[in-house]
């Protein structure tokens, strides 16, 4: 894919993580005060803010042509460690990392995105059925079963 070395890849990956779930999320605050609140807005905002995320990690992969492991391996810790400096720096309770699973899924699913994209523009070292597509669906079913037992243990 590229030449950079991974530390670069891993780093920009991680700092996307830190800031644009959480972030996003953060800014998603003001939205009640740019439109009049209704209950669709409680619908569409937080899938919004989903596809946002997913179309971001996407972005991501493809825009830079990272390596999917280090879009992976640096987006998904990155964001755990950016909904806890959120947590941190503004004052989130607990109830916050619900919504970091949800992230997680996204960029799960943007991550697997960009995967699929590189997969039919380019050659790539794997079987038809790739090892990354089994790691992206146990991730996707680790990051839904997070909020379920948050809620149900």
Same mark, same amino acid.
């Given at each position: 894919?590229?030449?950079?070395?991974?530390?670069?890849?891993?780093?920009?990956?991680?700092? =996307?993580?830190?800031?644009?779930?959480?972030?996003?999320? =953060?800014?998603?605050?003001?939205?009640?005060?740019?439109?009049?609140?209704? /209950?669709?807005?409680?619908?569409?905002?937080?899938?919004?803010?989903?596809?946002?995320?997913?179309?971001?990690?996407?972005?991501?992969?493809?825009?830079? /042509?990272?390596?999917?492991?280090?879009?992976?391996?640096?987006?998904?810790?990155?964001?755990?460690?950016?909904?806890?400096? =959120?947590?941190?720096?503004?004052?989130?309770?607990?109830?916050?990392?619900?919504?970091?699973?949800?992230?997680?899924?996204?960029?799960?699913?943007?991550?697997?995105?960009?995967?699929?994209?590189?997969?039919?523009?380019?050659?790539? /070292?794997?079987?038809?059925?790739?090892?990354?597509?089994?790691?992206?669906?146990?991730?996707?079913?680790?990051?839904?079963?997070?909020?379920?037992?948050?809620? =149900?243990?």
């Amino acid at each position: 894919m590229s030449d950079r070395p991974a530390a670069v890849e891993l780093t920009s990956a991680f700092g =996307f993580g830190v800031l644009v779930p959480a972030g996003s999320l =953060f800014l998603l605050r003001w939205a009640p005060a740019l439109a009049p609140a209704s /209950d669709a807005l409680s619908v569409v905002l937080p899938l919004a803010w989903l596809l946002l995320v997913a179309a971001g990690t996407a972005l991501l992969g493809v825009g830079l /042509d990272l390596e999917t492991g280090a879009l992976v391996g640096g987006s998904l810790p990155g964001t755990l460690v950016g909904f806890w400096l =959120f947590a941190v720096l503004v004052g989130w309770s607990f109830v916050m990392f619900a919504p970091a699973a949800f992230a997680l899924l996204a960029v799960v699913l943007g991550a697997w995105a960009a995967y699929e994209r590189t997969r039919r523009h380019r050659p790539v /070292d794997e079987p038809p059925y790739g090892t990354w597509r089994h790691v992206f669906g146990a991730l996707a079913l680790v990051a839904l079963a997070i909020p379920f037992l948050l809620i =149900f243990a």
